[in-house]
């Protein structure tokens, strides 16, 4: 019998890391600051049960059949108006609904990468994004916003387009501040780079009122047609199973998204989309903002109290301004973070490591430490268990 045809060449790239942190959360026992989950405390269930109930009665058109492929334009309406500004001003045809922020990154790579073609990406790197261009096999510039010879105009040179994520990234926590999201801009401009600005995490910011979006600061008061791709998701602002999405460009490049997304899923949706729209329009997301900010801000408090009382010897990190997530250095370079993560499940805490946030997979200087799952009391012990691990390496 001949061999059946392989698989194609760029699942070769991937190896089980990742697999391993991802699914450890159902280990029992097991204190998972590996994921990047948000607390099932602030699931707005009920406000979706009624609201899904109710679209259903109300929308069977909307919900029940199949949907244009850019999306219902009752949610592209909703969308349209909640990000419009003096300066942005939206209809529907500047708004892309996706089957979540995932489906928004993976459309992007197919409408502007050819094979090997080039990204330059904020280092590190969400690691949903690297999978979702992965099997367009492109070539990563890193962009270390925090380096001093840092240049956006180098690094964006040649590329198809920049990825950032300016509200606390993840993994690493960072706020990219005022002046350098103008830079990335005048970059854009004047390489002709997109420059996308994936931002799951805008709403989040525990010390200070948000910063202008990178799509806000690229609006000129005319029809939007600029060079920002702004991609969002209801995932951390209502609930993740929800898989609503959306991406926000110029008429352009929604058009060729649309495209793409004919041949991916044709339509994300109806019963979602129309849910999206409803708790949107009727404030089940900015009612619930003041409740999660305090408890994520206490989360975050809470962990990095534990990593100061339990790990100061063993790691450095900066207390993120938003977000989800503490990105620590570990001190000893002999500890390889792959390793520690490995040993860190026999000693029942997960964390992520930061091989899994480089294009190369090489860098095993970092972890990624996540606190919205976790009550202050499992953070604690959660740390402690960390550190009990990285002992374990004397
Ligand atoms: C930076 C970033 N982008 C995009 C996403 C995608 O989210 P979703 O597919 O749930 O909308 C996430 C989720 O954690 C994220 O952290």
Not at 86 to 111: E, H
Not at 351 to 359: N, Q
Request: some cysteine; overall charge negative; charged content about 20%.
């Amino acid at each position: 019998m001949t061999d059946r045809a392989p698989f194609a060449s760029w699942l070769n790239d991937t190896n089980d890391v990742i697999s391993v942190f991802l699914s450890a959360g159902q280990i029992p026992g097991l204190i998972n600051l590996g994921g990047g989950l948000p607390s099932p405390d602030v699931w707005p269930v009920e406000e979706i049960a009624e609201i899904s109930g109710r679209v259903v009665r109300e929308y069977p058109t909307e919900t029940m059949t199949y949907s244009p492929v850019p999306g219902l334009p009752y949610l592209r309406d909703v969308l349209a108006k909640r990000y419009s500004t003096d300066n942005v001003p939206l209809t529907r045809d500047n708004v892309l609904v996706t089957t979540g922020g995932t489906q928004a990154l993976s459309l992007i790579g197919q409408v502007l990468l050819n094979p090997g073609q080039k990204i330059a990406a904020q280092s590190p790197t969400y690691l949903g994004a690297l999978d979702a261009w992965r099997p367009r096999t492109p070539e990563y510039q890193p962009m270390i916003l925090e380096a001093a010879d840092f240049d956006p105009v180098q690094d964006m040179t040649g590329a198809q387009f920049a990825y950032t994520v300016p509200n606390f990234s993840n993994p690493s926590g960072r706020l990219v501040g005022l002046e350098q999201r103008k830079e990335l801009l005048a970059a854009a401009q004047k390489t002709g780079a997109w420059l996308i600005e994936d931002d799951p995490y805008g709403k989040l910011y525990y010390d200070s009122d948000p910063l202008p979006t990178l799509l806000e600061l690229s609006g000129d008061g005319t029809p939007y047609s600029g060079p920002v791709i702004y991609v969002g998701t209801v995932s951390k602002e209502l609930a993740p199973g929800l898989r609503i999405g959306w991406i926000i460009a110029a008429p352009e490049m929604i058009e060729a998204l649309a495209t793409a997304k004919q041949g991916s899923d044709m339509f994300s949706s109806g019963v979602c989309q129309m849910t999206a729209a409803k708790a949107y329009e009727e404030g089940v997301a900015d009612n619930a903002l003041p409740r999660v900010l305090a408890l994520y801000r206490a989360r975050r408090d809470a962990l990095c109290a534990a990593l100061e009382k339990h790990l100061s010897d063993h790691l450095t990190w900066e207390k993120p301004c938003g977000g989800m997530f503490v990105w620590a250095k570990v001190k000893d370079p002999a500890i390889q973070t792959e390793q520690l993560m490995r040993r860190c499940l026999d000693y029942g805490v997960c964390i992520s490591p930061s091989s899994v946030f480089d294009p190369e997979g090489k860098d095993q200087s970092g972890i990624r430490i996540n606190f919205t799952l976790n009550t202050p009391e499992k953070l604690s012990e959660g740390a402690k268990r960390l550190a009990d691990t990285i002992r374990s390496f004397d």
